[in-house]
């Protein structure tokens, strides 16, 4: 059932598109973001949706008696999928041709959760927060919005059948969106993440177009002398809520209701005496509207891959160039793929077009799950270990599990236990933070089996003996905790003498909001704890060979994984010659806290103790100290070594066992 076009809706579909956009292009004058609130026109596109909606299905009833779910569920297809599922592939194809594999995993798994429309759910899941637009990788988070408005397709129409035939089904809506907003305001409070992304608190945004058709005639005959007025109220709160919203703001919640009701101003008063509706309704307005949904679609990934290829930085003409681009792009999507998908070609045309295209991208996602994308036949992107599964932009610390599947890092008791068999005459210990976990998967792969091996780490973790870590934000737990110290030295003492690879995060200090302190107090004792440190070690020394491995070295770049893949596209595609920055080896030595944990470590002297230096090893690897060695990168972000930088650490470790006696008892 066809409804009178009304085209001052189109152009408040306009303002609605241009807002988020000018949202996700962060535009700031003078450090001051311009339209920060910019978001809220997603709040207006679900207004709108409801308002159409519920015109639809009442029209339907009215007319004819009856409602078709088929028809209604055939042009939400129509409307919707077609040119979603061409976005959703060609930011898949995007992502494979030029993205890290983790990158593209991500993307990948949005896109497959959009798919059965739970993208919103699996955005909240991933603990993403909206307001991290603009510095994330994720191309497709802005269809969020659009699983939100599926959902609420499945349940209103079969809500509102129900409802209809009640004498009262007005107040009813009328009593669940007052709920509505209850709800949204309280869990915006309490779990502020799950609100902004869940349908619960979205419904009543949805609803309140409904509320708009269903008592739009009343307000309207009662109201039409201030038809003029409202309409431009109306565009005065929508234009409020643009400059003075931000992520501040307790959204969605009552405060939301202020370009609610904006938007529902223009929709109940607009006619074509006031000037509002007149502008609303100009070519201008009409031409973005009809557009609105190829450029809510496109824009977001666009920006996304410009910003992580810097290609527009500090250059207005190619910004300019950018968001011709995105109009253009948007049009032709419009004209050649939204249209005769709605209007022309028959329904088993469009069904064929859809399942191609997701048929497409799940065939991408199967090529890309062996790393066989363009970056990956490069030498420094091959696989690093023996069995081609493992690459540098995975997190070689998260890798060793037990037979379960469960993974060993991060434990605090019940640690994994390795080659645990009648053969195994000693014991290697391997205790630390994520960053000594690095070195336990080569560990327990390379060591002889005659070594029963038990890695011991947690995050940011370093075993002494009566400490504990502690972090400001009390919400935090830390696994590197009273248990986890009681526990290493239970299965010390219980293996005594082993080797014992000691690794961590030594906090010198108490920035940071993390520190160590000692059991029973409140204060962290810098002199204290080097103090116990060392008394600690020498304990540990007297019936163990300890293997001291000292702090690995930081990247040469702040984002290694993104700074590589860069390097490697100007190769590819512009013949730059490749070259990587070697590791700073002065900063390495010369940062306060590195330089006393240094000499800290220097200063303990002991037969059974053993040092291993991975700034040594990598330097003499690769004679300058180079952040690539044999061809592959040493680094899986700022300060963590990839699998083939710790095999090069373990090696030496594993020498060191070999060529080392255990004391006697």
Excluded at 62 to 86: A, C, D, H, M, Q
Excluded at 336 to 359: A, G, H, M
């Amino acid at each position: 059932m066809k409804l009178k076009y009304r085209a001052e809706i189109d152009g408040l579909r306009a303002i609605s598109v241009c807002a988020v956009i000018l949202y996700h292009a962060q535009i700031t004058i003078f450090g001051h973001q311009l339209f920060k609130g910019g978001f809220i026109g997603v709040d207006i596109f679900f207004v709108i949706s409801g308002y159409l909606i519920t015109s639809i299905i009442l029209k339907e009833l009215v007319t004819t008696g009856s409602f078709s779910f088929k028809y209604f569920y055939e042009r939400r297809i129509r409307r919707i999928l077609p040119i979603y599922l061409l976005v959703g592939f060609v930011v898949i194809f995007i992502c494979y041709l030029i993205l890290p594999h983790k990158i593209f995993n991500f993307n990948f798994s949005s896109f497959l959760s959009s798919l059965p429309f739970l993208s919103n759910y699996f955005f909240y899941n991933e603990a993403l927060q909206y307001s991290a637009v603009g510095n994330t990788d994720i191309l497709l988070l802005h269809t969020w919005s659009l699983s939100v408005e599926e959902q609420f397709y499945l349940i209103f129409p079969f809500l509102f059948l129900f409802l209809f035939r009640k004498l009262n089904y007005r107040t009813i809506f009328v009593f669940i969106f007052i709920s509505g907003i209850i709800l949204s305001t309280y869990l915006s409070i309490i779990k502020p993440s799950f609100s902004f992304f869940s349908l619960p608190t979205r419904f009543f945004e949805l609803l309140f177009g409904t509320l708009i058709c269903l008592f739009e005639k009343d307000i309207k005959e009662k109201f039409e002398k201030y038809s003029k007025i409202f309409s431009l109220i109306g565009l005065i709160l929508i234009i409020i809520s643009i400059l003075c919203f931000s992520h501040d703001t307790l959204h969605p919640s009552y405060i939301t209701l202020l370009p609610l009701f904006g938007a529902s101003l223009i929709i109940i008063f607009s006619t074509f005496r006031d000037y509002v509706t007149k502008i609303l309704s100009s070519k201008l307005f009409v031409f973005t509207g009809l557009i609105s949904y190829s450029l809510y679609l496109w824009h977001y990934p666009i920006f996304l891959i410009v910003k992580y290829l810097n290609l527009v930085e500090g250059l207005i003409y190619k910004k300019i160039l950018l968001f011709l681009f995105i109009f253009i792009i948007s049009y032709l999507s419009y004209k050649f793929i939204e249209k005769p998908f709605r209007k022309i070609y028959s329904f088993k045309k469009v069904l064929s077009f859809i399942f191609s295209l997701i048929f497409l991208s799940l065939i991408i996602g199967y090529i890309a799950n062996n790393h066989k994308n363009l970056l990956y036949q490069s030498s420094i992107f091959l696989p690093q270990d023996i069995n081609n599964s493992i690459y540098l932009d995975d997190e070689i610390w998260h890798m060793l599990r037990d037979k379960e599947g469960k993974e060993c890092f991060d434990r605090n008791k019940d640690f994994c236990i390795v080659n645990d068999t009648s053969d195994s005459s000693k014991t290697v210990l391997l205790v630390g933070s994520s960053v000594a976990a690095s070195y336990s998967y080569n560990l327990a792969y390379d060591l002889d089996k005659e070594n029963k091996f038990i890695p011991m780490t947690a995050g940011g973790c370093m075993f002494i003996e009566d400490y504990i870590k502690v972090y400001e934000n009390k919400e935090y737990r830390a696994l590197c905790d009273e248990e986890y110290m009681k526990n290493v030295q239970k299965i010390i003492d219980k293996n005594q003498p082993s080797y014992i690879a000691y690794a961590g995060s030594f906090l010198l200090d108490a920035g940071g909001g993390t520190w160590f302190l000692k059991k029973f107090s409140s204060e962290f004792d810098d002199a204290l704890l080097v103090k116990d440190f060392k008394k600690h070690l020498y304990n540990l020394l007297d019936n163990n060979i300890v293997i001291l491995i000292y702090p690995y070295p930081d990247s040469p770049y702040t984002d290694p994984l993104k700074k590589i893949h860069l390097n490697e596209l100007k190769s590819k595609f512009f013949g730059k010659k490749n070259s990587y920055l070697p590791i700073d080896v002065d900063a390495y030595y010369k940062s306060f806290n590195r330089a006393r944990e240094i000499r800290i470590y220097d200063s303990i002297v002991h037969k059974n103790l053993v040092r291993v230096k991975p700034l040594d090893i990598i330097c003499k690897q690769t004679n300058d100290c180079s952040s690539v060695a044999a061809g592959k990168y040493l680094f899986s972000n700022e300060d963590h070594p990839t699998y083939y930088g710790s095999s090069l650490i373990t090696d030496e470790i594993i020498r060191v066992i070999k060529s080392t006696k255990l004391p006697s008892n």
